[in-house]
């Protein structure tokens, strides 16, 4: 009863796995399939690896939501240790949400103000 095979799961995934893939993106981001697969013992990593492409290219959307809630996921635990104001803070999580998380220039911008946009001369 030891054999691994004996656990793994094939064809369609479940919703529990798919819920745990999820989870697993949002903690590790996309493409750590190593890291995710510790979190779905009922697959293998090239099991995740197939099911992560077929939601990039059949539910982008999907794939762009999980991606930005990695993103936030990471920036909280940022947070914790940052040194950031609560004011700062704030117009980086507005800037993003109007920028969208591609635009780091117009993110700066937003923060430090047009006189300073350049990401490079935050000082």
């Not at 099991?47 to 909280?76: G, M, N, P």
Request: net charge neutral; charged share 30%; hydrophobic share 30%.
């Amino acid at each position: 009863m030891d054999d691994i095979s004996s656990v793994l799961s094939t064809g369609k995934w479940s919703a529990l796995e798919c819920e745990q893939f999820e989870e697993g993106v949002i903690e590790h981001g996309w493409g750590n399939w190593t890291a995710i697969n510790e979190m779905i013992p009922t697959r293998k990593r090239s099991q995740i690896k197939s099911h992560a492409q077929k939601v990039s290219t059949r539910h982008s959307a999907k794939k762009k939501k999980l991606e930005t809630s990695h993103a936030y996921r990471t920036l909280e635990q940022y947070w914790a240790y940052s040194e950031w104001t609560e004011d700062e803070r704030a117009r980086f999580e507005r800037a993003v949400a109007v920028r969208g998380w591609d635009d780091w220039c117009g993110i700066a911008r937003e923060i430090l103000g047009p006189s300073q946009g350049d990401v490079g001369s935050s000082k």
